[in-house]
């Protein structure tokens, strides 16, 4: 059998417990140096707020874990039975480009696809070449890179979500 790099990385996806917020908020502290350029103090401003207070119960958060290191973490929340909107996955940058996200997005699929989820829809800044790779890769798919559209999508239920810059990606899983 013909073993790929990313067959041998053994992540797990925790859920996260309330004190990890402050993990979560240093993760995207990390990333500032890559996304100030294109969305400027929009890192630290989440950052903070997320030391400010735990995130809202709706949003479902998991630790990206291997061999008991925390490598990043992702968010997600249930838009209908059948549509999950991944709305965070970030990774300390010395842990990206190593296969770890590719990993991460199959073992939460595999996780969605037993619950019956047909849809994993995401948003991602338009300007965010790495990320758009990244997720083009994975055979993600632009849906629209329109507000309204964007913001009417499922019956409405990305308006809350929204964010300006972003683009909304789709795949059928
Ligand atoms: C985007 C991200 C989740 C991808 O996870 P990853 O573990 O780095 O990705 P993988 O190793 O599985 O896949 C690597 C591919 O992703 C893309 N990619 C990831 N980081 C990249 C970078 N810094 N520059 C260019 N391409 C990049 C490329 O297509 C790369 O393939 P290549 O190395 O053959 O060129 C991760 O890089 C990350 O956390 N980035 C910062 C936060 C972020 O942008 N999150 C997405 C928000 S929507």
Excluded at 68 to 93: A, C, D, H, R, W
Aim: charged fraction near 20%; glycine fraction near 6%; proline fraction near 6%.
């Amino acid at each position: 059998m013909n073993f790929t790099k990313e067959d041998n990385l053994h992540l797990v996806l925790s859920p996260t417990k309330p004190n990890d917020q402050f993990f979560m908020a240093e993760i995207l502290k990390s990333v500032i140096p890559q996304y100030d350029p294109i969305m400027p103090g929009a890192f630290q401003k989440w950052a903070d707020q997320m030391e400010g207070g735990p995130l809202p119960d709706f949003i479902k958060n998991s630790l990206i874990l291997s061999e008991n290191e925390k490598l990043g973490f992702l968010g997600m929340v249930q838009i209908t039975e059948s549509v999950t909107y991944l709305m965070m996955l970030y990774f300390f940058p010395k842990y990206q480009r190593k296969g770890y996200g590719k990993t991460a997005l199959n073992l939460l699929i595999n996780k969605l696809k037993k619950r019956d989820v047909a849809n994993l829809i995401l948003l991602v800044n338009q300007q965010a070449d790495w990320a758009i790779s990244f997720y083009n890769k994975q055979n993600f798919q632009v849906i629209s890179q329109n507000q309204a559209t964007i913001e009417n999508y499922c019956e409405a239920k990305m308006k809350p979500f929204y964010v300006p810059g972003t683009m909304l990606m789709g795949k059928t899983i």
